[in-house]
Structures are given as structure tokens and as C-alpha cells.
């Protein structure tokens, strides 16, 4: 169907989406040769990492995040960013205990065990995204470890000693694991370094030293390692690429390690009938189609706030790689609604909702709506991303896709005051209730109305954010300061 036979609000509203959202063109060029300018150097600094570690980092960077599940913007003003999984190297395997943790969770060890092995896997569990390892449960069942200490009677207390003497000297450490792998890049781009072991003298006398690629002096000028922050799971990059300015995420990844057993499938993968109380006849077949994905791929583990923390980005890229294959419209709304986020939302509001919580709107959304009808124009398919972000705002919780019970609307702020958390949501419902009245009299205000029932609606809801924001102007000035200046933290509630 061409433009010209299409309804009247789904033609403006393909015309801002072009327009604006995901500009075709020398726009989609630039994007194209800032990936491969990227992947290359990325592979680069990778091999370096590798030579650097002696080993721990032996494949390829994974491209995860919204560029490879097609989820990305391509706005003139800003450049896309590009996140890579850096898989790490890890021999035993871990079996996830499934449920929460019973008992204090500063028990139990946040490293990982490498020289620690059990035909089953070594038992860990969880608390939240959480993976901690409990040394005691360790010492209940047999298990092959190794350290430096002789080995005497065969007691549980001797086993539970070597447990911890193991683990202190043949760990992965994720606050570690960071530091390094920042430290690894900063030699990688230091023009000072020719190999990564130069001043090593053991390697200096190697008949046939290993090599690595040349990484050239402008690439090593336009490359710009950031500070490391140990409250995030990457090492940040800015590529300077002509006019634009592209972030870059290196995210180490330990995967493959996760041993998922069927009982931690059936408890712990949520359900849509855990908290969506309307039509539920996709709930089994959804349900199993996201349990085989999870098997298919696993989750990774990825260093943040000084734990090792599960995450499902392979898993998310596998589910949504072919959600549009009946024609739909899926991405393109998401596309368009996490635009109005950036441009209208977070300037007013701060950055309440990330990208993140918008794509597990839309993985939530695709089992609600399994009908391809609901998918057929960009006005249907953004009205039901609508309909369900509305519903979780209301709610005050938006579910984790992959871990019960975790809402991801659990944002703690900095101040004795607590109403600011319900304020930032209510906000956004208010602002999410207009935009489904007149989706598009919302992008585009000066458009003038064809419809005078749409038109009525609209301006009723409008008036209701306007009062809104009037009582609570004060309040909403300190919520967008403290969003600014990232004054809360994240509360995976539940499970603490």
C-alpha cells in the first residue's frame, strides 16, 4: 500500500516517523560506517585484552543492545550508540539455584569460583539479578577443588576452608574483572605500546612472540577512553567519527555458565498471568516460546555494583529478531515512542524511563497482543505500547520479562521524602493518557484536528496533566534535579 492510500493519521504519522525518528538516506550511511569503523577497532582492542590477560578474554566481541535488535533511533541530532558483549573466560559450570535467598545475602560471596569443580555444577543462588555463591552449601556436597593447601582429612570442615582457600586465590572478581579490562583498553590506546607485553621479559624471550593487530595512531587519537565507573556494567568509549560523536559500551560477559535447571524455569521465569489480569489465551505458547529462547541462549553474566549479574540481552535479541516477520509495526512504534521519550519526556522529567524498560514494554506487549491485526499500521501498534505502559504506570510496576518478582519501576531517590518515586510514574501516566487520546495531535500540535470526538478527549486529558503539573510544580523541579544529578538507585524489590 503506498503512502497516498493510507488513512490520514497513519500518513502524518509515517511522514514524522521518517522525518523524524529514523532518518533514511546519507543519515542511514554514516550510521552504517560508524558500526564497521567500531566493530573493527573493537576486535582490535579485544585481541590486545586478550594478550594482556594471558587468555582471559578468547572470542570475538558479541554486538548485543538496540543497534543489533533493530530497536535503535537514527535521528539527525544525535548518534547512535553501540554496545558488544566481551566474553570472558570460565571453565566450571554453575547451577542456579532457583527461588530467592533465605538468609542475609551478605553471607555469601560475590566472586565466582574457577578452579572449583562439581559433575553437577557448583550450586549458586540468587537475590534479585544477583548470582552469589554459598561456600557452605559447597562444603555439603562433593567437589573437586583446588588451591594451594595440602589436603588433609576428608571433614566438611576441611572441605569448607578449602572452598574459601580455593576461592581467594582462582577467583573472578567483578569489580576486578572491570578494573582491568579498563586498564587493558588504556594500554591498547596508549601510543607509548606497541604490544601489550612489551615489558615483559619472559615474553621478550619467546622464540616466536604472539601477535596482535596494529592499532594506528588516528584511530588512537580519535578514541577516547572514559573514567570507569563500578556502578555500571561497561567500559565506556567515544569514537570521533567526522561530525559525530559515538558512544561505545564494552560490556565483559561470562557466558555459557548458567546451568538452568526446569525447576528454576517454572518458579522464576515470569509469567504474564503474574500480573496482567486481561485476556490470557497466548499465555501457555508464549510462555514456552520465551522458557526455549532462555534455554537456547542462557543468560550471561555481566559485572555491575560490584556483583555478577544475570542478564538476558542474547536471550531478548533471539525473541525480538523475528517479531516483524508477519509485516507488523512492532519496532517502528517502539522506535517512535522511545523518540517522544528522548525529546519530550526525559528533558521534562529527567530520564524516569530508559530504554530498557520500553523494550520489556514491547517484549510484554507482543504476549498481550498476539493477533498480527493489532501490528498492521504504526498508529495500532504505538496505541498498544500506549495501552500497556499506561497499565504499568498505574500499577506503579512493570515486571521484569525473564525474573520474578523484580519491578523495574523500583527507583529509590536520595531524600527523606518519599513521594517522588509515585510522582515521576504519575507523571508519565498523565503524559502516556494524552498521547493515546490523539497520538498524533500529541507529535504534532499544529496539525489540525479531523476528528472532533478524538480532539474532545484529548483536550480533557491535557487539562488534566496541566492541573497536574501545576500542584505538583515544585515537586516535579526536585525530581528532575535529582534525575539530573542521578540522586536514587535502583531496589530490585522482592527479593531483599
Known amino acids: 500500500m503506498s503512502t497516498e492510500d493510507l488513512p490520514e493519521g497513519e500518513r502524518w504519522l509515517q511522514q514524522f516517523f521518517t522525518a523524524k525518528v529514523f532518518l533514511p538516506g546519507d543519515k542511514n550511511w554514516r550510521v552504517g560506517k560508524n558500526f564497521f569503523v567500531v566493530k573493527s577497532t573493537v576486535g582490535k582492542l579485544v585481541k590486545w585484552a586478550y594478550e594482556s590477560s594471558t587468555g582471559l578474554y578468547p572470542k570475538d566481541p558479541i554486538l548485543v543492545g538496540s543497534y543489533r535488535e533493530g530497536l ?96 581467594s586465590h582462582h577467583n573472578l572478581d567483578p569489580i576486578q574483572i572491570l578494573r582491568d579490562f579498563h586498564q587493558y583498553v588504556e594500554m591498547a590506546l596508549d601510543p607509548a605500546y606497541t604490544h601489550p607485553r612489551q615489558n615483559d621479559p619472559v615474553f621478550q624471550q619467546r622464540l616466536f612472540p604472539s601477535k596482535v593487530p596494529k592499532i ?106 523475528d517479531i516483524d516477520a508477519d509485516g507488523g509495526q512492532r519496532k517502528a512504534a517502539l522506535r517512535l515512542l522511545k523518540f517522544v521519550n528522548k525529546t519530550r519526556w526525559v528533558p521534562e522529567y529527567g530520564k524516569v524511563l530508559t530504554s530498557y524498560h520500553l523494550k520489556t514494554i514491547l517484549l510484554w506487549c507482543c504476549e498481550i497482543y498476539p493477533q498480527k491485526t493489532q501490528w ?24 521484569h520479562y525473564f525474573l520474578r518478582p523484580i519491578n523495574l519501576f523500583s527507583k529509590r531517590y536520595k531524600s527523606s521524602n518519599t513521594t517522588y518515586g509515585p510522582l515521576a510514574l504519575e507523571a508519565l501516566r498523565y503524559e502516556g493518557e494524552v498521547m ?46 535529582m534525575e539530573d544529578e542521578q540522586m536514587y538507585e535502583y531496589m530490585e524489590m522482592g527479593e531483599e
Open 72 to 167: 535503535h533511533l537514527q535521528t539527525e541530532e544525535s548518534s547512535n550508540n553501540f554496545d558488544f558483549l566481551i566474553p570472558v573466560r570460565f571453565n566450571p559450570k554453575l547451577a542456579l539455584i532457583s527461588g530467592g535467598i533465605a538468609k542475609d545475602s551478605s553471607s555469601y560471596e560475590h566472586k565466582l569460583p574457577t578452579f572449583i569443580f562439581r559433575d553437577k555444577g557448583v550450586p549458586v543462588s540468587r537475590s534479585g539479578t544477583r548470582v552469589l555463591v554459598d561456600l557452605e552449601a559447597m562444603g555439603e556436597t562433593y567437589l573437586e577443588v583446588h588451591c594451594h593447601k595440602q589436603e588433609d582429612e576428608d571433614t566438611e570442615e576441611e572441605e569448607f576452608e578449602e572452598c574459601k582457600e580455593s576461592l
Open 216 to 321: 594506528d595512531d588516528r584511530t588512537r587519537q580519535n578514541t577516547r577512553l572514559e573514567a570507569l565507573d563500578l556502578d555500571g556494567p561497561a567500559i565506556q568509549l567515544t569514537f570521533d567519527e567526522g561530525i559525530e560523536t559515538v558512544p561505545v559500551n564494552l560490556m565483559p560477559a561470562i557466558q555459557g555458565a548458567i546451568k538452568l535447571s526446569s525447576q528454576w524455569l517454572r518458579e522464576d521465569l515470569t509469567h504474564l498471568s503474574d500480573w496482567w489480569d486481561g485476556d490470557l489465551t497466548n499465555e501457555k505458547k508464549s510462555f514456552l516460546q520465551k522458557g526455549a529462547a532462555v534455554r537456547e541462549v542462557g543468560p550471561e553474566l555481566v559485572p555491575k555494583g560490584g556483583f555478577w549479574r544475570l542478564s538476558f540481552s542474547h536471550a531478548e535479541t533471539v525473541i525480538l529478531e
Open 376 to 399: 498492521q499500521t504504526l498508529l495500532s501498534s504505538l496505541q498498544a505500547l500506549l495501552r500497556i505502559l499506561s497499565h504499568t504506570l498505574c500499577k506503579r510496576n512493570l515486571p
Open 436 to 481: 493515546l487520546a490523539d497520538v498524533v495531535g500529541y507529535l504534532m500540535p499544529d496539525r489540525k484536528p479531523q476528528d472532533r470526538c478524538v480532539h474532545e478527549e484529548s483536550e480533557e486529558k491535557m487539562a488534566a496533566l496541566r492541573e497536574f503539573k501545576k500542584k505538583h510544580q515544585e515537586d516535579l523541579k526536585e525530581l528532575k534535579r
